[in-house]
């Protein structure tokens, strides 16, 4: 069930004082904005190089500038490599919710949700579109629940629906902060979310 505007406006209550001391501790240096800028026109126009595709992983999983990272994250970069032309030929890229279900369907280990999630954010960033994961995920339930007390929800996202309900809320959020953008709400709860999970 999608939040209310007045429940919108109470969250942005809670969190305008810290919202940007947390966004602050975004890592920049871990996940470089003009790397992330390049792969979302890439990815968006369907004409990443290889390169691309491989530099739009290792930065998503938090690998940038290291020597030498996972051999399953490297299994999965050829995978999606060697996909990508047929995702282009299917013409599954006119919607999002189209891009997730065939890339849901190519890549079939259910521990590649985020992944998933991750190359349709970056081909639809423009909806826009969260870039969900664990954290902004946990944030979205915690800042709901503290507004909706008694709220039960899931703790892992793993749906396309799941994508939709924080699509929908990170909307309202932000229409009641009108000082911020779509993407500096992406990564406020991405730390908002990472702290709640360490005081856990």
Do not use: C
């Amino acid at each position: 069930m999608a939040i209310t505007e007045r429940e919108a406006a109470q969250i942005v209550e809670q969190i305008t004082q810290t919202f940007e001391q947390v966004l602050n501790e975004y890592d920049f240096r871990k996940y470089p904005a003009a790397n992330y800028d390049h792969f979302k026109t890439t990815f968006s126009k369907l004409n990443p190089t290889n390169s691309d595709i491989e530099n739009a992983m290792v930065w998503k999983w938090g690998h940038w500038d290291k020597p030498n990272y996972p051999q399953h994250h490297k299994d999965l970069i050829s995978e999606i490599q060697s996909h990508w032309p047929q995702f282009v030929a299917s013409g599954s890229s006119a919607t999002s919710r189209q891009t997730f279900e065939w890339w849901q369907k190519a890549l079939q280990t259910h521990t590649r949700y985020i992944t998933v999630a991750y190359i349709t954010h970056l081909v639809h960033h423009a909806e826009p579109l969260p870039i969900i994961d664990q954290h902004n995920f946990r944030a979205m339930n915690a800042l709901i629940k503290s507004v909706r007390p008694g709220t039960t929800s899931k703790k892992k996202p793993s749906s396309w629906n799941d994508i939709v309900t924080l699509k929908l809320f990170m909307s309202l959020v932000v229409a009641a902060m009108p000082d911020r953008s779509f993407s500096e709400l992406d990564r406020f709860l991405m730390m908002y979310g990472s702290k709640l999970k360490k005081s856990q």
